[in-house]
């Protein structure tokens, strides 16, 4: 059966289980704090989450509504991954994105990425970038198929080994890109079945705490 999730803005209640992803993808996790902090205290920071979606519950077969209007009191589904992004004077800086274990190489890494990116150009951003571990071949073919390319080079900025960081960047975030997203967003669409509740929410992540 197709893979189903809703793809919508981080809330408080997300953070036990997106701190448990964190840990399982990086050697060097962001505390609950961090993810608190992002949240409640910087207008910037776009945070996004992948939860799965029973298919009683989706709410693109039924019911588009109702989930919303519980979205307060309704506790978090299972979460898969997740994303943040700050946006700032036009730069979309990618600050992180990680999928579960369990659920990588299905397209979902993709979807993150694409629905921060274009929840950017929504929000008039011009331009992505984005650090990675110059060892990290697998997200680095993440930000290729995206048209990220390496423009510089951040010498042991990794603080548990030292390794080097590739700065990449996506340019420009224009019109055409926008064509070429919408592209991969459909091809996407034909791999996952998502609700997404995330690039166009017009008061992002701060409404539903
Ligand atoms: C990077 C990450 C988010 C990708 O998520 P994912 O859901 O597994 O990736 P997807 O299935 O969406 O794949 C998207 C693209 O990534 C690349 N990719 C994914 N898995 C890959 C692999 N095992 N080897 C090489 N490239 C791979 C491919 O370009 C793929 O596109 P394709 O399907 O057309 O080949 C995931 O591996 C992860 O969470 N890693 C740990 C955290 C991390 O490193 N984050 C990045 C920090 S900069």
Known sequence: ?????????????????????????FSTPWS??????????????????????????HPALRWRWLPRLFARQTPAG?????????????EAHISTIAVH???????LGELL?????????LLHGEYSVL??????????????????????????YYRDDGED????EARPLDAAYAQRLETRWQALA???????????AYEPERSFL
């Open 1 to 25: 059966m197709m893979l189903q999730v809703i793809v919508r803005p981080m809330r408080l209640s997300d953070i036990e289980q997106v701190v448990q992803i964190d840990r399982l993808s």
């Open 131 to 156: 650090e990675v571990r110059e060892s990290n071949v697998t997200a680095q073919a993440l930000y290729h198929k995206y048209e990220y390319r390496v423009i510089g080079r951040r010498r042991h």
């Open 113 to 121: 990425l694409a629905s921060m990116l274009k929840r950017a150009i």
């Open 78 to 90: 299972k979460l898969v991954g997740y994303g943040g992004c700050w946006l700032i004077a036009g």
């Open 32 to 57: 609950a704090n961090a993810y608190r902090f992002e949240l409640t205290n910087r207008d910037t920071s776009h945070l996004v989450v992948l939860e799965l979606a029973s298919p009683a519950s």
């Open 190 to 200: 034909s791999r996952i079945q998502f609700d997404d509740q995330f690039t166009h």
């Open 165 to 168: 960081a590739l700065l990449m």
């Open 101 to 107: 274990p369990d659920f990588r190489g299905q397209g």
